[in-house]
């Protein structure tokens, strides 16, 4: 029987791979490279992190740091079958250090190799956070109600639920998405919106909650790079009616359940749903809150004397 040997080292080998050992063919082959250092780009306030060209919204921070990682390493383009860990190993406030291993096959041949690289995170006020900073905004929500003033409690659910749009339309990558500040005022609130998207998509939010309406008027504030620049003012109405105000309407007295482009609710006389469209109804004063059980027992005693 004749022995085989690698004519490059001399070794007795059974398995060739390009006529020579393994060990001779992949000595000289490189699986993996990656630079020793790298840079994150990440944003102090809010997290942001720069990547792929653009900013984008916060991540864990190992995340970032892993992706960084692997958009900069390169494997050898034969390489097949690869498994990459990487172990990030935070070092301080703003360095990392990654441990890379990896393991593949070229042309059937097993290789293997690790390294490490050091991510430096470079602390970048990311571009929402510096529009925010320097006071720019699109749009203002005015929120008011019809006849009324707003409660309390009416201006903090708007508020949240303007935050909740806000947080979607951003984990969508609008990164102009942002609420800029919010003024409190006697008759209602003032939101200045990053974008007048944002401030249409949160005038809807609310109306489909409360109902309501609301109506937009431009203003040009100037000019730039020749082009006219406006903001959006939205004038949001809250309806004058909310749940469980009890209204007299067409004559008849009814237990408001929403009220928005049609109130319906329920006639406490007949106790039958009741919906109009709000424009056609003739409503008369409002009876407050508080007089609900009176009405009800006024209604029940009419409705007993009648019998
Ligand atoms: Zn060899
Ligand atoms: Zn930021």
Same mark, same amino acid.
Request: glycine share 8%.
């Given at each position: 029987?004749?022995?085989?040997?690698?004519?490059?080292?001399?070794?007795?080998?059974?398995?060739?791979?390009? %006529?020579? @050992?393994?060990?001779?063919?992949?000595? %000289?082959?490189? =699986?993996?490279?990656?630079?020793?250092?790298?840079?994150?780009?990440?944003?102090?306030?809010?997290?942001?992190?720069?990547?792929?060209?653009?900013?984008?919204?916060?991540?864990?921070?190992?995340?970032?740091?892993?992706?960084?990682?692997? %958009?900069? =390493?390169?494997?050898?383009?034969?390489?097949?079958?690869?498994?990459?860990?990487?172990?990030?190993?935070?070092?301080?406030?703003?360095?990392? #250090?990654?441990?890379?291993?990896?393991?593949?096959?070229? #042309?059937?041949?097993?290789?293997?190799?690790? *390294?490490?690289?050091?991510?430096?995170?470079?602390?970048?006020? @990311?571009?929402?956070?510096?529009?925010?900073?320097?006071?720019?905004?699109?749009?203002?929500?005015?929120?008011?109600?019809?006849?009324?003033?707003?409660?309390?409690?009416?201006l903090e659910r708007c508020r949240s639920i303007a935050d909740d749009?806000?947080?979607?339309? *951003?984990?969508?990558?609008?990164?102009?998405?942002?609420?800029?500040?919010?003024?409190?005022?006697?008759?209602?609130?003032?939101?200045?919106?990053?974008?007048?998207? =944002?401030?249409?998509?949160?005038?809807?939010?609310?109306? &489909?909650?409360?109902?309501?309406?609301?109506?937009?008027?431009?203003?040009?504030?100037?000019?730039?790079?020749?082009?006219?620049?406006?903001?959006?003012?939205?004038?949001?109405?809250?309806?004058?009616?909310?749940?469980?105000?009890?209204?007299?309407?067409?004559?008849?007295?009814?237990?408001?359940?929403?009220?928005?482009?049609?109130?319906?609710?329920?006639?406490?006389?007949?106790?039958?749903?009741?919906?109009? %469209?709000?424009? &056609?109804?003739?409503?008369? &004063?409002?009876?407050?809150?508080?007089?609900?059980?009176?009405?009800?027992?006024?209604?029940? &005693?009419?409705?007993?004397?009648?019998?």
């Amino acid at each position: 029987m004749t022995s085989l040997f690698c004519p490059k080292c001399g070794k007795d080998t059974d398995i060739f791979y390009d %006529n020579v @050992c393994r060990q001779c063919f992949t000595g %000289n082959k490189k =699986l993996l490279e990656c630079p020793a250092v790298l840079y994150s780009r990440l944003c102090p306030a809010c997290g942001s992190v720069f990547k792929r060209g653009k900013w984008s919204l916060k991540e864990e921070e190992s995340e970032t740091i892993i992706d960084c990682v692997k %958009n900069a =390493l390169k494997l050898e383009k034969q390489a097949r079958n690869i498994e990459l860990t990487l172990s990030p190993k935070q070092l301080d406030y703003s360095r990392y #250090n990654v441990h890379i291993d990896a393991k593949a096959e070229i #042309n059937g041949a097993p290789i293997a190799a690790s *390294q490490d690289a050091e991510v430096r995170i470079s602390w970048e006020t @990311c571009d929402t956070c510096s529009r925010i900073s320097g006071g720019y905004f699109e749009g203002i929500v005015q929120i008011r109600a019809d006849s009324r003033i707003p409660t309390k409690d009416e201006l903090e659910r708007c508020r949240s639920i303007a935050d909740d749009v806000a947080a979607r339309a *951003q984990e969508k990558g609008d990164r102009l998405a942002f609420i800029a500040k919010t003024e409190k005022l006697e008759e209602g609130a003032d939101l200045y919106v990053g974008s007048i998207k =944002l401030g249409k998509q949160i005038c809807r939010a609310v109306i &489909d909650v409360f109902g309501g309406k609301f109506s937009e008027s431009p203003k040009l504030v100037g000019q730039k790079n020749g082009e006219d620049l406006y903001r959006i003012t939205f004038a949001l109405r809250l309806p004058e009616f909310v749940r469980g105000d009890i209204i007299s309407a067409d004559d008849r007295v009814i237990e408001v359940q929403s009220c928005g482009k049609h109130v319906s609710g329920t006639d406490l006389e007949t106790g039958k749903r009741f919906i109009e %469209n709000f424009n &056609d109804l003739k409503v008369g &004063d409002r009876i407050e809150a508080f007089k609900v059980e009176e009405v009800r027992r006024t209604l029940g &005693d009419v409705a007993a004397e009648g019998k």
